[in-house]
């Protein structure tokens, strides 16, 4: 069937922050430069294309979307200074937007006003009811227990639990939106399809290609193959964007781990020493996260020569932050435990802290955090599909048999 | 051409047919127009080269031949594979050979030099250089003879370069034949005579053939150098095809604005006279003698040239400029009177003074430049020495079917659609036939880059292989126009390669990128299909096979197709058959050679401009007249034009008037049977149309006719050479 041009995605493109892409005259440089682009993957061109014609399914729908980890060597190549690279984030944006059933995303994403203001109020409700809850305010020493007491336990952990039902629902229709277009789509391009669909599940594959995609997720391979395909170097292991990545990850990983173990396992207010495993676990992954993300929000922000840093978007900057903040006030009342301190500012801090931890869980399908969910899942998807087909994904590279062209 | 055959017999005798240095004859003094001042460069200059040739010819004239040989090294080219101080040697020896030498290169400064001492002070008179190919130097070595004092045709090239030394190795057969070469040139050097170049009298006036903008400024450069200019323009208005353009790239100056500047130009210029509605009928005559037959159909204006230079009062002629019609006197817009209008009679009497341009014909001979005609049969003879052919160019026109054309009306062609974008009001959304247009598909190369099989053969019966050029500008800068006039209309381009060659081009093509239009390529053989859609929020859906979408079928519903036609070879009429001017296969007028003669045709004195050569926008068009100007004014400046001498002559005595040299002759009016005052019939050679081939010398049974500088007689002399150095020459 013949693609149906809509010339108003390149508009759209624009908002969700990849202005420069309509100068882009398909000259294919930033496919031939990319790293990561092999085989018949042909990112980030095949993407531009999408947006020029306007086929929003197939972009959303698009894998290379999500096998980017841009290292930006195509909007330096770009003779039209296009920035691809830019497009491929704004294209996970815009596929983010896309599996949102809410309409929630795309608004965030391509209004600055409504992301920021959203975000204010949202916090704003959370607090609220955080405080509506409890009429005192604590007194004497400062430490878990006591704000337990001013803001019950019971509030905290039913509130979070409603976040996380409430996430868990939009979750999984989001992921089924996606994996609906995703099969959708990637049978209506014509490629070479799996096996007639077997009357059971096929579980091996499924498997191997979940050992695919952890692998994959736990190593940064790619992200690897990404900056050492560069000719430079971000500077020292410390600073290279991914070993940022992986302490950001694994520190985020971390914290929620020892969450849930602490619920599982831990008298809520309870006294437990630093080197009680979990508390250690807590702690290391608290630095970890605390070091990527004060790296990163420097990088951002000092903008070294590099593409990828050209452009923050508030969806860029409010992930970081969010986490720096929950980070830092988590380590406020860490300290709290065992170092004497008092007064209203420790409140407050337990405040932010339970606020931000909670909005971020609620908004991360419509965030760029999204992507913790979307890139994994969508590996998964065509590792799987690569497994099916018999294909042993290298290096999650998933040299899939393109359809054959029709000229 | 007949007529030409006649003009000896007229008692009329402008061609001389004789070499002047022979006949000791001085060339007639050419017919110069009366000129009242004495603005033209060449007054005065003009009886110059005739005394030194006089004076040449009294130097040449029966000497003892003294013969200088000099070879040349051509640094290693010639001298690694030929010793070629053995072949000066030999040289030194044959009869009348006084200085043989070598130089490492000849044709530099001590090269020519030396040829210049001897011929100061050992008193050579003939010179002979073996170098390279006398296409190189031959030119160079004549200049050195000129400036030397002698004769430049007392002078032979042998060629041991491309004809010995590249192409043998073996040092000593090749040795033997440049000595043989050399010993032939020799011979031949004996035996030769004095030359002077074939002077024919020229018309310091110039016909030019269409009045679009290649026409325009060709007229206004020529009749600025003080040549009288004769512009012919078919059409009622002037301007041509360049007036159905809005705005020219890339300057984005109105077409108007440039027409009516060119135009006010010619109309101002009173050394220019104008016919409009006016064709050529037919050309006689030669390079300095051109007599044009044009015929004028009665709507057409004449405005004559003034000989006392009183400027016309061009805001008096009441002649405006139409959009998308051209630049012209208010009758020529006026369709419901054609014929009789009265705003052309009063435009013509008003400008011009009548008697200057329009002697009647038959009577007295006119002078040089100016016209002759009888206006009321609308036939009027002008005589000129060059024309310039600024005919242009059509748009293709889509046979009906091709990409919907003719059976949609949603499918224009670009021109329709320039029009159509200009008179749309701003603001809002632009309508075609009452309907909102919100999407529009351009399709490029229509009628350029045909592929055979693909398509079908027009009307000239072959395909139309060549690109056109200015069409993906052309387009670009509408698209350009459209996205910034109305950015809400979507626009799509189905090209095959963006070809936005020039200065200033390639902008449009990045303006249209960034103001969102998409771009398609299709390949030639699969071009895109346009169909009418059914139940479809567009009317018509265009789809292509797209190359950048790595060959997916791409469909786009849009309120209208624009054809980017190209351009195609325009009828040149009673031009071409007349003088047989060339075309290449894309059927455009093909000049001598493209950079060596790029704007002279193969009929001497007949030059081309703007795009009847090849498609060109309106900056290539008008550089090519200037250059067409210039070409003109250089053939006829000095009042003469001068050829190669290299032409046949008749021996009178010789000639028994059997008359197969006029049977044989391939060039029409070369060679005529003219009557003698004793009753005896004789061939005349006509040097301006002698090409110097050399059929008549060898039909005719007294060899009474002969070619200057290549007589039998030096042909027979060389064989001789060649056979006397014995042996085997490696050939």
Redesign the interface.
Known sequence: MAIRVDPTLLDDMERYGAPDIKACFNCGNCTAVCPLSEGDDAFPRRMIRHVQLGQRDALAASKEVWMCYYCGECSETCPREAAPGELMAAARRFAIGRFDPTTLARRMFTSTAFNIGWMVVLFAILVGFLLGTSDVLPEGRVNTASLLEWIPFHVIHDMGLAVIIILGVLAVVALVNMLWLLSRETSAQGAPQPPATPSRFPLKAALLALGDMVGEVIRHRRFRDCQTAESRSDGPLPLRRRFVHLNIMFGFLGLALATVLDYLFKEPGSYVPLYYPIRLLGTIAGIALMYGATVAMIQRARKPERAYFDRSTVSDWALLIFLWIIGATGFVLEIAEYVTMSGISVDIVFLVHVGLAMELLLLLPFTKFAHIIYRPVALWYFAFRARRMGVIPNNMGFAEPQKESAA | MAEHIDEPQSGEQPREPERPAESGEQPREPERPAESGSTSPDEGQAPVPEEMAAEEAAVAGGEEPRIGVYICHCGGNIADVIDVEQVAEEAAKLPGVVSAKTNMFMCSDPGQQAIADDIAELGVNRVVVAACSPRLHETTFRGVLERAGINPYLYEHANIREQVSWSHGDPEQARDKATALVRAAVAKAGGLTALEPVRIPAEGAVVIVGGGVAGLRAAGDLARTGLNVTLVEKELVLGGRAAVLDKLFPYEEAAADVITRLADEVLEDTRITLHTGTEVKNVDGYVGAFTLTLRQRPEGVTLAADPDRVARDVAGLGWRYEPFRGYGPASAFDAATPGGDDAADTAASAGAVPAAGETPAGGDEPGAGEPAGDESAGTITVKAGAIVVATGYEHYVPPKGEYGYGRLPQVVTLVDFIKWLSEQPEGGTPTFNDKPVR?VAFVHCVGSRQVDGVHKPGPSGHINEYCSRVCCTATLQSVVDLKTRFPRV?A?ELFQDIRAYGRGHEEY??RA????A??L?W?GA?PPKVAKTKGDDFPVTV?C?????????????VDMVVLAVGMTPADIGGLGSSLKIPTGADGFLQEVHPKLRPVELSVTGVLVAGACQAPKDVTESCASASAAAVKALGLLATGHVQLAPFVAHVEAEECLGHGHCVAECPYPGAIAMQDYPDGQQRAVVNPALCSGCGACVAVCPTKAIDLNGWSLEAYESMVDALLASGGEVAR
Do not use: P
Request: hydrophobic residues 35%.
């Open positions: 999407a979507a799509y093509y990045e990128n960034k103001a969102g998409v771009f390529r390949d699969q789809s096979i797209d190359g950048l979408t790595w060959g997916e079928e791409v469909e786009m519903g």
